[in-house]
C-alpha cells in the first residue's frame, strides 16, 4: 500500500482548499446598492482556515489569490486580473488575507474550540471590514467631488452595513460545518 507523506498530505489539503476557495469565490449576488456583492468567499475561508489552521489556511487563500491575479475567473461574478485589486472590491481581496491570518491564529492557539474562534473570525472579519471600507471609500473619493473623509460613512454603508448579519451566519455555518471536518482531517493527516 502506497502511503503519502505529511508534507504531501499538507499541499494535498491547501490545493483541496484552495479550489474550494476558486469554486466558491465566483459564486456572488450583486446589490443594487453597493458595488461589492454578496460572496461565498469569506466562508470558503472561514472553512478553510478552521480546518486547516493558520498557516495552511493562508496559504490555500493567497494560492487563490494569485490564481486569481493571474487571469483564472475565480473572483466574485468570475472575474480576474490584478485589476480587480484595484477596483472596489480590492481592499476585501487584501482584508480577507488579514481575516485568514486572525481567524487561523485564534484557530492554533486555542486548538479549534468554538467560542474562541468565533472571536477569531469576528475579529478578523473586522480587520477585513476595515481594509475594504478604507480602500472601498478611496475609490469613491477619486474623481469625485468629495473627500475621503467625507466617502468613509458612504463606504461603510455599502461595504460592510448589508453583510454583518449573512458574515455572522457564514462563521456559525463554518464552525458547525468545520468542527466534524477539522476532526477527521488532523486525525487521518497530522494522526491527531
Same mark, same amino acid.
Given at each position: 500500500?502506497?502511503?503519502?507523506?505529511?508534507?504531501?498530505?499538507?499541499?494535498?489539503?491547501?490545493?483541496?482548499?484552495?479550489?474550494?476557495?476558486?469554486?466558491?469565490?465566483?459564486?456572488?449576488?450583486?446589490?443594487?446598492?453597493?458595488?461589492?456583492?454578496?460572496?461565498?468567499?469569506?466562508?470558503?475561508?472561514?472553512?478553510?482556515?478552521?480546518?486547516?489552521?493558520?498557516?495552511?489556511?493562508?496559504?490555500?487563500?493567497?494560492?487563490?489569490?494569485?490564481?486569481?491575479?493571474?487571469?483564472?475567473?475565480?473572483f466574485s461574478a468570475f472575474t480576474s486580473g490584478p @485589476?480587480?485589486?484595484?477596483?472596489?472590491?480590492? %481592499?476585501? !481581496?487584501?482584508?480577507?488575507? #488579514?481575516?485568514? =491570518? *486572525?481567524?487561523?491564529?485564534?484557530?492554533?492557539?486555542?486548538?479549534?474550540?468554538?467560542?474562541?474562534?468565533?472571536?477569531?473570525?469576528?475579529?478578523?472579519?473586522v480587520v477585513c471590514y476595515f481594509l475594504g471600507t478604507?480602500?472601498?471609500?478611496?475609490?469613491?473619493?477619486?474623481?469625485?467631488?468629495?473627500?475621503?473623509?467625507?466617502?468613509?460613512?458612504?463606504?461603510?454603508? @455599502?461595504?460592510?452595513?448589508?453583510?454583518?448579519? %449573512?458574515? !455572522?451566519?457564514?462563521?456559525? #455555518?463554518?464552525? =458547525? *460545518?468545520?468542527?466534524?471536518?477539522?476532526?477527521?482531517?488532523?486525525?487521518?493527516?497530522?494522526?491527531?
Amino acid at each position: 500500500m502506497i502511503t503519502m507523506n505529511t508534507k504531501t498530505k499538507e499541499l494535498t489539503l491547501i490545493g483541496l482548499m484552495a479550489a474550494v476557495i476558486c469554486i466558491a469565490g465566483p459564486l456572488s449576488l450583486p446589490l443594487p446598492f453597493s458595488p461589492i456583492p454578496i460572496s461565498l468567499t469569506n466562508l470558503a475561508v472561514y472553512f478553510s482556515v478552521y480546518t486547516l489552521g493558520m498557516k495552511r489556511g493562508t496559504v490555500s487563500y493567497l494560492v487563490y489569490l494569485l490564481i486569481g491575479v493571474a487571469g483564472l475567473p475565480v473572483f466574485s461574478a468570475f472575474t480576474s486580473g490584478p @485589476a480587480k485589486l484595484f477596483g472596489p472590491t480590492g %481592499g476585501y !481581496l487584501i482584508g480577507f488575507l #488579514f481575516m485568514a =491570518l *486572525i481567524c487561523g491564529y485564534c484557530v492554533d492557539r486555542w486548538n479549534g474550540q468554538i467560542i474562541a474562534s468565533f472571536i477569531g473570525m469576528v475579529a478578523g472579519t473586522v480587520v477585513c471590514y476595515f481594509l475594504g471600507t478604507i480602500w472601498l471609500a478611496f475609490q469613491m473619493s477619486v474623481g469625485a467631488d468629495q473627500s475621503f473623509t467625507a466617502a468613509l460613512p458612504a463606504a461603510f454603508a @455599502a461595504g460592510v452595513l448589508p453583510f454583518i448579519v %449573512g458574515d !455572522l451566519v457564514k462563521i456559525m #455555518f463554518s464552525l =458547525l *460545518i468545520g468542527a466534524q471536518v477539522r476532526v477527521r482531517v488532523r486525525r487521518a493527516v497530522f494522526n491527531e
